[in-house]
């Protein structure tokens, strides 16, 4: 029997259920396996308690330990210090786990530490390896590389778990490449691609399911967070210039009011609905009834919603970013936001950049 725990900052709980989605299935499906158990400790990063008890008091209030799709869940809390760059994130994280895991070895003599994100859960499971005497594997997924891994507070920390870790998973081909640019050793990173349930995320009968959104005619889907660096006001521009042709946002996060306001300033708030939180459970039906999945990330490893949207017969329109190439294979998988179609090893493709928003633009118009 293997005995795997599982570490990760990223795990839905009851405040956030759509947030590390992909992790709890990852995680869910190995737990299923032959002869592997899986204990979960899915740390909760808050600001002192003085101040989280006023500004995170949902996540406060989440409980230390239950059950969570079935695999047994810990919820310690560890101290994030604001206006710190994340410096001081890994070691206040490993100081809370070491009590954690010393009781979850009682009855729990775990065989590996597995890692889902590289930071800051990375550098404190090497330490915690260290402690208890066990491999770690870490899994790169994204921003975890491409801000951690170059932030000036964290960079170092991030290379140095990526050296020392017995194990390196990074989602696609390109994400290895970027971990390889900062440092850590290509040969020890296996490519582990984002996976999912091909039972649920599935072609539907479109027009009915539009017709359950209150769509009758072109629908543009746009799912991820509601963040700068997912480019959500690039598909609106776009949209904007598309008669008749509607937008649904799914997603939460800080720019749900600007976006707002961007749809109204363009005159076409009547076109673009902002969904907030979209349960995962529905967005088969929402990507299915979608003519077009367009996401602006201006950077990204391999994102869920590309492959879901593929995998429900929806074609996408993505910039050259992360492992785009490793997903828009062909021209009925979608479009590369030069107006360029994209296949592996295509010559003269660029990285994704606010500069490109212009040809972003043309590229989701010509759609």
């Given at each position: 029997?293997?005995?795997?725990l ?17 992790v ?9 396996q ?5 204990r ?34 810990r ?7 604001p206006?710190?760059?994340g ?10 786990l ?58 170092a920390?991030?290379r ?28 020890r ?20 399911l ?23 006001d ?10 008749a ?20 300033r ?21 990507l299915a009834?979608a003519?077009?999945?367009?996401l ?37 998988a ?31 118009c010509?759609?």
């Amino acid at each position: 029997m293997l005995r795997v725990l599982t570490l990760s900052t990223l795990f839905p709980d009851a405040s956030r259920p759509n947030f590390g989605q992909f992790v709890a299935k990852q995680t869910a499906a190995l737990a299923a396996q032959p002869d592997v158990a899986v204990r979960v400790v899915a740390p909760v990063g808050l600001p002192p308690w003085a101040l989280a008890r006023f500004t995170h008091p949902a996540l406060a209030a989440l409980p230390n330990h239950e059950t969570w799709a079935d695999l047994d869940v810990r919820r310690p809390r560890f101290t994030t210090l604001p206006g710190t760059g994340g410096r001081w994130h890994a070691a206040a994280l490993t100081r809370a786990l070491v009590p954690v895991l010393d009781a979850v070895r009682r009855d729990f003599a775990f065989d590996v530490i597995d890692a889902s994100f590289f930071f800051p859960d990375g550098p404190a499971a090497v330490a915690l390896g260290r402690r208890y005497g066990v491999p770690v594997s870490i899994k790169a997924r994204g921003a975890d590389i491409h801000h951690w891994g170059h932030a000036p507070a964290t960079a170092a920390q991030v290379r140095g778990a990526g050296a020392a870790a017995d194990g390196l998973l990074a989602v696609c081909g390109a994400m290895r490449d970027d971990m390889a640019a900062i440092g850590m050793p290509a040969a020890r990173i296996r490519v582990h691609h984002t996976g999912i349930d091909a039972d649920r995320f599935r072609p539907g009968d479109r027009a009915a399911l539009k017709a359950g959104l209150g769509v009758d005619g072109p629908l543009v889907v746009s799912l991820g967070a509601l963040i700068p660096r997912k480019g959500h006001d690039i598909v609106i521009d776009a949209v904007a210039r598309l008669p008749a042709v509607a937008l649904r946002i799914a997603g939460e996060g800080p720019e749900a009011a600007r976006l707002a306001a961007h749809a109204a300033r363009l005159g076409v708030a009547d076109r673009v609905t902002l969904l907030g939180g979209v349960a995962h459970d529905a967005l088969p039906d929402l990507l299915a009834a979608a003519d077009v999945m367009a996401l602006a990330s201006s950077s990204e490893g391999l994102a869920n919603a590309w492959v879901e949207s593929i995998a429900c017969g929806t074609p996408i329109v993505i910039p050259d970013a992360g492992g785009a190439r490793e997903v828009v294979t062909r021209p009925a998988a979608g479009r590369e936001g030069s107006g360029r179609w994209v296949s592996p090893g295509s010559d003269g493709a660029q990285r994704a950049s606010p500069a490109r928003a212009q040809a972003w633009r043309r590229s989701i118009c010509v759609i």
